[in-house]
């Protein structure tokens, strides 16, 4: 799994990728189902699969007066959790 930190990061070998995009936060089962299918339909067009999602939370920046504000998993659970989601469909 790569980690691109801004889109202008993307390296080219990502052009022409499957892509979804959310928030994925909790990537719970239906997150995971997503993530299975974009790996296996992009890995039968012979294409590289691309997961687009947000830190901070878009609420975080469209409503900064919620407070408190929760959420499911950190980054760094979130990343790792995908993680295992792509590399279930590898397998």
Do not use: W
């Not at 980054?75 to 995908?82: D, F, I, P, R, S």
Request: glycine share 4%; proline share 5%; with cysteine.
């Amino acid at each position: 799994m790569q980690i691109f930190n801004k889109s202008e990061n993307i390296t080219p070998d990502f052009q022409g990728s499957f892509v979804t995009i959310g928030n994925f936060d909790g990537v719970h089962l239906s997150h995971q189902f997503i993530c299975r299918k974009l790996a296996a339909e992009a890995k039968q067009a012979g294409q590289k699969s691309l997961v687009i999602t947000f830190d901070p939370h878009p609420k975080r920046i469209l409503h900064p007066n919620i407070k408190p504000f929760y959420l499911i998993t950190t980054l760094t659970e979130k990343l790792q959790l995908l993680e295992i989601a792509e590399s279930m469909e590898r397998s």
